[in-house]
């Protein structure tokens, strides 16, 4: 069984940075696509971005290219999205998601969750 852990979310302004981790259980954790996605309130959960078992390919939705960056250190078992020049309009509760095989933009291609870290930005 696959667990995930979010952390580093926060309330910061507009303009700063923060970075999220993503904490994966099991040994078999580099075989994993994982991906970011988010939820504003009364909005639906949207795809962040996605990074491939390696590390090798990443991809962005287009409102975050440029300024969101994710990794992966599959030594640490760990995923991470680095934050920055954050808007107000980033407000959202962030999941962290994974899947055997190649990453996907849709949220129904991913088996595993975590529960999710809050991050606020104010103007």
């Known amino acids: 069984q696959v667990q995930l852990v979010e952390s580093g979310g926060g309330s910061v302004q507009a303009g700063k940075s923060l970075r999220l981790s993503c904490a994966v259980s099991?040994?078999?954790?580099?075989?994993?696509?994982a991906a970011w996605l988010r939820q504003a309130p009364g909005k639906e959960r949207e795809f962040v971005g996605a990074?491939?078992?390696?590390?090798?390919?990443?991809f962005y939705a287009d409102f975050v290219r440029g300024r969101f960056t994710i990794s992966r250190d599959n030594a640490k078992n760990t995923v991470y999205l680095q934050m920055n020049s954050l808007k107000p309009e980033d407000t959202a509760v962030y999941f962290c998601?994974?899947?055997?095989?190649?990453?996907?933009?849709?949220?129904?291609?991913?088996?595993?969750w975590g529960q999710g870290t809050q991050v606020t930005v104010s103007s």
């Open positions: 998601a994974a899947r055997l095989g190649p990453p996907g933009t849709r949220q129904s291609e991913y088996n595993y």
């Open positions: 990074i491939s078992s390696t590390g090798g390919t990443t």
């Open positions: 099991g040994r078999t954790f580099n075989r994993y696509a």
